[in-house]
């Protein structure tokens, strides 16, 4: 009798998993969703080079700042796909309505979100280094900041996202949200890839992302799960 | 403990709020005024004009306390956004949405003054000076707080959405102050700064302090007329509201 | 089990739906609301599911307000809206897998035979989008099953049909009523349920 009811009672590792693995088959059976965002990165960052000059050291000066800023904006395009569709189709409702903590359900969509946008653009990214004259070095240093800083614009941008699901022009508010939030990820990941280039330690960069990343870890699901409640209500 | 929270509930209730707000308006105001003029007087005559940076550091005086006022008043919403989840307080969220905009053009003071001095000292209107850069952020987070809020239509919504943000912004407000900072010093790292470590002299601090109460007092004064006038909104159609709006139209 | 609302006030934008609303449900009792339309009633079923918020008073959960005991609560609460949350870039199937993931799933009853209920059970690797816009609201209700729980929130359940579903889904409901469930539903439907308890509750008047 025990063993039949303890089997059938809802376990949140489950749940976690299905919805992880849920929002991944989503994604992949949306291809294009996946793809306009790593698109609109590349060609952003190629659109500088033409609109400055292919200048070598020019182009090396402004590279990190450039890949960068076009990683935050294409991360804010690939963010509003998040809870829209779910929050469309009455999806959300049942995610509020489980039994287990919504903030860790949360935190499996974001995870979803960031291997859906952030981890194609850091695979990315060597590629754009190259086109941007970056040396060797500041290429490592933008893919470890990428690994470290994409994950944060994701558990911030959900805050954002949850706030505007339920407003029919979120997206421009969505910027206007989420944006300032990101500046510190800005600021310490181009910084790091600007110093390696010239053979510095980026030890203190990548510290500095790092306790970014375990704050945002613990308190955006939070505040995202509060704000979905808020949002549907 | 007691006495507290029912003191706590009392605020609470929108009709005593009108009528206690009614009461204490003038007194802020009267006090703004008794610290703003002698502010104002030893700020352009009374103190003595700065060594280095002469006559234009009068403009110190204006700078920093709404550079402050806007800070707190960030603090505030935070704080009332805090209330307005916990306790679900109407009141506490009619506060914060109407410090907002008092917040924001505090920022924009703050902004305009600040790039106002720095075109005799760094030959600009604009350096990317770490406070400037900070207030200018704040600037954004206001607006971004404000067009939250304004375009959520369920005003109870609309708090409750606006509580998180602000919330989320007075968390990331010192992280955001800090890497600024660390941002500046890495790329100019010789600027004349805004306020100096310096010990400030009496001559200066009085006019300084003068003008930090009466933009506090402004502030209170302008929260209780505006918030009031948002409660009556609020609740307009009931008894109390109709009977406090016929008794102004008489 | 026991739901009770107490003193309910709610509003949708500045203007008051109903207020002083009280009721009780316990085991094996119906709750069928009517109301016209824009009287609040998916709003009401909202705020008992706590997505909604009230303005006043609360809603209780075997005595206890629902947003203090969500865990104990949302176990025991399957809701299907209007916007039914099926999704189309999945299977029948997988839609009830993820379903059953989030809640607790029904011991005796898996995706396939919760979609037999609904007489679904051809369709289980049918893609959501594909299906009929009736098809797809059988699926959502086949979450009934899929996932158990005591009390069914029914959102105009009946409608977009057919009679014969219509006919099959009165069946169901008697039945988890007879089992003990509870049920709230809106419907302007005349159900035909013998020997059950069936409170009414009209809004709007």
């Given at each position: 009798?025990?063993?039949?009811v303890?089997?059938?009672?809802?376990?949140?590792?489950?749940a976690?998993?299905?919805l992880?693995r849920?929002?991944?088959?989503?994604?992949?059976?949306?291809?294009?969703?996946i793809?306009?965002?790593?698109?609109?990165?590349v060609?952003?960052?190629?659109?500088?080079?033409l609109g400055i000059?292919?200048?070598?050291?020019?182009?090396?000066t402004?590279a990190?700042?450039?890949?960068w800023?076009?990683?935050?904006l294409?991360s804010?395009?690939?963010?509003?796909g998040?809870f829209?569709?779910?929050f469309?189709?009455?999806a959300?409702?049942?995610?509020?309505?489980?039994p287990?903590?919504?903030?860790?359900?949360?935190?499996?969509?974001v995870?979803?979100?960031?291997?859906?946008?952030?981890?194609?653009l850091?695979?990315?990214?060597?590629?754009?280094?190259?086109f941007?004259?970056?040396p060797a070095?500041?290429?490592?240093?933008?893919?470890?900041?990428?690994?470290?800083?994409?994950?944060?614009?994701?558990?911030?941008?959900?805050?954002?996202t949850?706030?505007?699901?339920g407003?029919r022009?979120?997206?421009?508010?969505?910027?206007?949200l989420?944006?300032?939030?990101?500046?510190?990820?800005?600021?310490?990941?181009a910084?790091?890839?600007?110093?390696?280039g010239?053979?510095f330690?980026?030890?203190a960069q990548?510290?500095?992302?790092g306790?970014l990343l375990?704050?945002?870890?613990t308190l955006?699901?939070?505040?995202?799960?509060?704000s979905?409640?808020?949002s549907?209500s | 403990?007691?006495?507290?929270?029912?003191?706590f509930?009392?605020?609470?209730s929108p009709k005593?709020?009108?009528d206690?707000?009614?009461?204490w308006?003038p007194?802020m105001?009267?006090?703004?005024?008794?610290?703003?003029?002698?502010?104002?007087?030893?700020s352009l005559?009374?103190?003595?004009?700065?060594?280095?940076?002469?006559?234009?550091?009068?403009?110190?005086?204006?700078?920093?306390?709404?550079?402050?006022?806007?800070?707190?008043?960030?603090?505030?919403?935070?704080?009332a956004?805090?209330?307005?989840?916990?306790w679900?307080?109407k009141?506490?969220?009619?506060v914060a949405q109407?410090?907002?905009?008092?917040g924001?053009?505090?920022?924009?003071?703050?902004?305009?003054?600040?790039?106002?001095w720095?075109?005799p000292?760094?030959?600009?209107?604009?350096?990317?000076?770490?406070?400037?850069t900070s207030?200018?952020?704040?600037?954004?987070?206001?607006l971004?707080?404000i067009?939250?809020?304004?375009s959520?239509d369920d005003k109870?919504?609309a708090?409750?959405?606006?509580?998180?943000?602000a919330?989320?912004g007075?968390?990331n407000l010192p992280?955001i102050?800090?890497?600024?900072?660390?941002?500046?010093?890495?790329?100019?790292?010789?600027t004349?700064?805004?306020?100096?470590?310096?010990?400030?002299h009496m001559?200066?601090l009085?006019?300084?302090?003068?003008m930090?109460?009466?933009?506090?007092?402004?502030?209170?004064?302008?929260?209780?007329?505006?918030?009031?006038?948002e409660?009556?909104?609020r609740?307009?159609g009931?008894?109390?509201?109709?009977?406090?709006?016929?008794?102004k139209?008489? | 089990?026991?739901?009770?609302?107490?003193?309910?006030?709610?509003?949708?934008?500045?203007?008051?739906?109903?207020?002083g609303?009280?009721f009780?449900?316990?085991?094996?009792?119906v709750?069928?609301?009517?109301?016209?339309n824009?009287?609040g009633k998916?709003?009401?079923?909202?705020v008992l599911?706590?997505?909604?918020v009230p303005?006043?008073g609360?809603?209780?959960?075997n005595?206890?307000p629902?947003?203090?005991?969500?865990g104990?609560?949302?176990?025991?609460?399957?809701?299907?809206?209007?916007?039914?949350?099926?999704?189309?870039e999945?299977?029948?199937?997988?839609?009830?897998?993820?379903?059953?993931?989030?809640?607790?799933?029904?011991?005796?009853?898996?995706?396939?035979?919760?979609l037999?209920?609904?007489?679904?059970?051809?369709?289980e690797?049918?893609?959501g989008?594909?299906l009929?816009a009736?098809?797809?609201?059988?699926?959502?209700l086949?979450?009934?099953?899929?996932?158990?729980?005591?009390?069914?929130?029914?959102?105009?359940?009946f409608?977009?049909?057919?009679r014969?579903?219509?006919a099959?889904?009165?069946?169901l409901?008697?039945?988890?009523?007879?089992?003990?469930?509870m049920?709230?539903?809106?419907?302007?439907?005349?159900?035909?349920l013998?020997?059950?308890?069936?409170?009414?509750?009209?809004?709007?008047?």
């Open positions: 009798m025990n063993s039949t303890a089997a059938n009672e809802p376990r949140l590792a489950q976690f998993v299905t992880l849920r929002d991944l088959l989503l994604a992949f059976r949306r291809p294009a969703e793809a306009n965002p790593l698109l609109f990165f060609i952003v960052v190629t659109l500088f080079p000059g292919p200048e070598p050291n020019t182009l090396q402004i990190p700042g450039v890949i800023v076009a990683a935050l294409a804010m395009l690939s963010l509003d998040m829209r569709t779910d469309d189709d009455g959300l409702e049942q995610i509020l309505l489980s287990h903590p919504l903030s860790v359900l949360v935190l499996a969509k995870i979803a979100h960031w291997m859906i946008s952030g981890l194609p850091i695979l990315l990214s060597p590629l754009l280094g190259l941007m004259n970056l070095e500041s290429i490592v240093a933008l893919v470890l900041t990428l690994l470290l800083g994409t994950p944060v614009l994701s558990l911030i941008g959900s805050i954002g949850a706030l505007t699901v407003l022009k979120g997206g421009v508010l969505l910027s206007l989420v944006l300032p939030l990101y500046i510190p990820v800005l600021i310490f990941a910084s790091a890839v600007e110093v390696a010239v053979g330690s980026i030890a990548l510290s500095f992302l306790a375990a704050l945002a870890l955006a699901p939070v505040a995202t799960a509060a979905l409640r808020i549907v | 403990m007691n006495r507290f929270v029912a003191w509930h009392r605020w609470g005593h709020f009108y206690m707000s009614g009461r308006a007194w105001a009267g006090l703004f005024f008794l610290t703003f003029i002698p502010g104002l007087y030893y005559i009374g103190s003595p004009p700065d060594y280095q940076q002469g006559e234009s550091a009068r403009i110190m005086y204006i700078h920093v306390p709404a550079a402050w006022m806007s800070m707190f008043i960030y603090a505030v919403m935070a704080i956004g805090a209330v307005t989840l916990i679900k307080m009141l506490a969220d009619i109407v410090s907002a905009p008092i924001a053009s505090f920022t924009l003071l703050a902004l305009v003054t600040g790039s106002l720095g075109k000292m760094w030959g600009t209107y604009w350096v990317w000076d770490a406070r400037l207030e200018l952020i704040l600037l954004f987070l206001f971004g707080y067009a939250l809020t304004t959520i109870r919504q708090a409750r959405a606006g509580a998180v943000l919330l989320v007075v968390v992280i102050h800090y890497s600024v900072e660390w941002w500046s010093t890495l790329h100019q790292p010789s004349v700064k805004v306020m100096g470590k310096s010990a400030i001559s200066m009085i006019p300084l302090l003068l930090s109460f009466a933009f506090k007092f402004y502030y209170a004064w302008v929260v209780l007329i505006s918030a009031r006038a409660v009556l909104d609740d307009k009931t008894r109390w509201a109709e009977e406090a709006a016929g008794e139209g008489r | 089990m026991r739901l009770e609302v107490r003193d309910l006030a709610v509003e949708r934008g500045d203007r008051l739906l109903f207020s609303l009280d009780a449900l316990d085991d094996g009792e709750l069928q609301i009517e109301g016209h824009g009287s998916t709003t009401l079923l909202r599911c706590g997505l909604g303005s006043e609360e809603v209780l959960w005595g206890r629902i947003n203090r005991v969500r104990d609560y949302f176990v025991d609460l399957n809701y299907v809206g209007h916007a039914h949350g099926v999704k189309g999945l299977t029948a199937l997988e839609n009830l897998g993820v379903d059953r993931a989030l809640g607790r799933a029904h011991p005796n009853m898996d995706g396939e035979t919760a037999d209920e609904l007489a679904m059970g051809n369709y690797d049918a893609f989008r594909t009929s009736g098809q797809r609201r059988r699926v959502a086949a979450r009934l099953f899929a996932k158990q729980a005591r009390l069914w929130v029914l959102d105009e359940p409608t977009a049909l057919d014969k579903t219509r099959d889904l009165e069946a409901i008697h039945r988890h009523v007879s089992g003990g469930g049920v709230i539903v809106t419907t302007h439907h005349e159900m035909a013998h020997e059950c308890v069936v409170k009414n509750l009209t809004l709007g008047l």
